[in-house]
């Protein structure tokens, strides 16, 4: 039997890379589209190197209508579209909104358009956990209402939400995905997270200055309702985040419905403080960690945390990678790019 064909876009970046290494070892045949604007090329070598395979890639923006028809009339028909291609930088977007509401909002919007128009079906969004705020109850389940969005960039993932459910009454087949804290990087150290510039996310914070790049690691206040005072998340392995959208889009592809639109939470279930990540992260990979107790950063969430229950009994996805081992893997890749 022919392999399914499979579009990822924004698959030259973190966590598109990973899904891509998994959709191609899994048996799919992926073609990656991504415009490179935030994406280093050394992912793409990861993944040939990981699956054994040369990468379909195409390099465009999925804003460009043209240019996403002649891929889906090249390579297509593809069973399912995985949309991974946005923004994420928190800070920039409230610098910058309209470069936000414009990539994120319109890539999406054209992309749906496109694969209305040649017949595919079945899409999977990258969403966040960003759009619940501050939940009233934790952990969070998929029920739980948004909350107003702290940032442009969190108002994307509530607007595309939205827009993708209205969508689906067109005979448009959608899972949403709510990602938690996506961290770590493949076990083999070929792919891994590479933050242009400083980094906003805690894990990159702490490899950079542990690696030497960094000076010293702020802790955003000590402080919070929590039992050390630091703020708690959710960290899921990149790579359980990925095998969580092949088990998605095979699900989605068994429903009998023309339309159809659900979404999971992605995460571990498991609540983590700042000083407890940077205390296993020293204890794990045994190095010392230069860090100080700094003020609140604003916007910080105090707790949050998934109620995973939903894809584990639906989509029958569990977590597997500890926190351990992402620390470990995260570390591991860090070191690689820095050639040490
Ligand atoms: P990333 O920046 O590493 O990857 C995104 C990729 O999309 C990049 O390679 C970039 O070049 C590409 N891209 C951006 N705009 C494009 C466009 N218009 N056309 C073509 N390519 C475009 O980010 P990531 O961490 O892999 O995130 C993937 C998705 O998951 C994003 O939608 C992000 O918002 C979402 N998400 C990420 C996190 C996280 O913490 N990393 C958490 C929740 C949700
Ligand atoms: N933190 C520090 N020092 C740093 C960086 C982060 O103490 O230098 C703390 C933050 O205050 C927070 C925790 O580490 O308490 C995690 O921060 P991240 O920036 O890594 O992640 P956030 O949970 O704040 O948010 C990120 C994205 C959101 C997204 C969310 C879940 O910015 O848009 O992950 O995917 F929704």
Not at 127 to 133: H, N, P
Not at 166 to 173: G, K, L, M, T, Y
Not at 199 to 227: C, H, M, S, W
């Amino acid at each position: 039997m022919k392999a399914k064909k499979i579009l990822v876009t924004g698959g030259a970046g973190y966590i598109g890379a990973h899904t891509a290494v998994e959709l191609i070892n899994a048996g799919y045949d992926v073609a990656i589209v991504d415009n490179l604007s935030r994406s280093d090329k050394r992912l793409l070598e990861g993944i040939e190197k990981i699956t054994g395979k040369p990468v379909k890639f195409f390099e465009g923006d999925c804003r460009d209508r043209n240019f996403l028809l002649k891929v889906f009339q090249s390579e297509g028909p593809f069973s399912c579209v995985l949309h991974f291609a946005a923004y994420k930088a928190v800070g920039e977007s409230v610098e910058k909104p309209l470069l936000y509401y414009e990539n994120n909002l319109n890539s999406t919007i054209a992309l749906v358009e496109i694969m209305i128009k040649c017949g595919v079906t079945d899409f999977i969004f990258s969403s966040s956990c960003t759009v619940y705020g501050q939940p009233d109850q934790i952990p969070v389940s998929e029920a739980a209402p948004f909350k107003k969005a702290e940032s442009p960039y969190g108002a994307t993932k509530q607007m595309s939400e939205r827009i993708l459910e209205d969508v689906s009454r067109n005979n448009i087949r959608i899972i949403t995905l709510r990602y938690f804290n996506p961290i770590g990087a493949h076990p083999s150290a070929l792919i891994g997270e590479i933050p242009l510039g400083t980094p906003n996310n805690l894990v990159p914070f702490i490899t950079q200055t542990a690696v030497g790049v960094r000076e010293k690691l702020t802790v955003f206040g000590n402080d919070y309702n929590t039992a050390d005072g630091t703020c708690i998340r959710d960290y899921i392995h990149v790579v359980d985040l990925a095998t969580a959208h092949v088990k998605a889009m095979e699900y989605l592809s068994q429903q009998r419905e023309t339309k159809f639109y659900e979404v999971f939470n992605v995460g571990t279930g498991i609540g983590v403080s700042v000083l407890e990540l940077i205390n296993r992260f020293k204890a794990v990979n045994n190095v010392e960690l230069n860090y100080e107790i700094g003020s609140r950063r604003s916007g910080d969430i105090e707790k949050v945390f998934a109620d995973p229950s939903k894809a584990m009994s639906s989509l029958g996805w569990a977590a597997k990678f500890t926190i351990d081992d992402s620390l470990l893997h995260a570390w591991q890749w860090e070191k690689k790019i820095r050639d040490k």
